[in-house]
């Protein structure tokens, strides 16, 4: 979304100048270089993603399946929201061994499935190759 947003960076003269992007702008701020913010950020947003579905009996009323949906319903929802957070990180110049520290904390935390993980680190690595071969195209 901060790629959208942008000012004009006019000069004093009155004529209008180069557009100055969000993104570029918040690109420099030291928060996106802090684990805590983005486990924080990321603890806040999973608890109102897991609000909005739908109302959870008591564990202890469940039936197996019950059980096993609701789990599987919260897998899901760590893996997607893992999954964009980490993307941030990247984009907002995180390093890669940050954001990869930060996948496997929260997958062991919410005890992530093997699977889960492996295609979570697997999006990193393809992420940083994109990165970095776009960098390598943008300097010749």
Known sequence: MAQTFYMEGGN????????????SALLSHPIWQSAAFWEESFSSALSSALKEGPAVRKWHAMTPDEMRDAVLRVHNIVFSNVGAYAHS?????????MARKFVLRICHIYQLQEDQRESLVRMLEGSR???SSRSREGSG
Do not use: T
């Open 12 to 23: 004093s003269g009155g004529e209008r100048g180069d557009r100055v992007f969000l993104k």
């Open 89 to 97: 990180m990247l984009e907002f110049g995180c390093d890669a061994a």
């Open 129 to 131: 190759s994109r990165s």
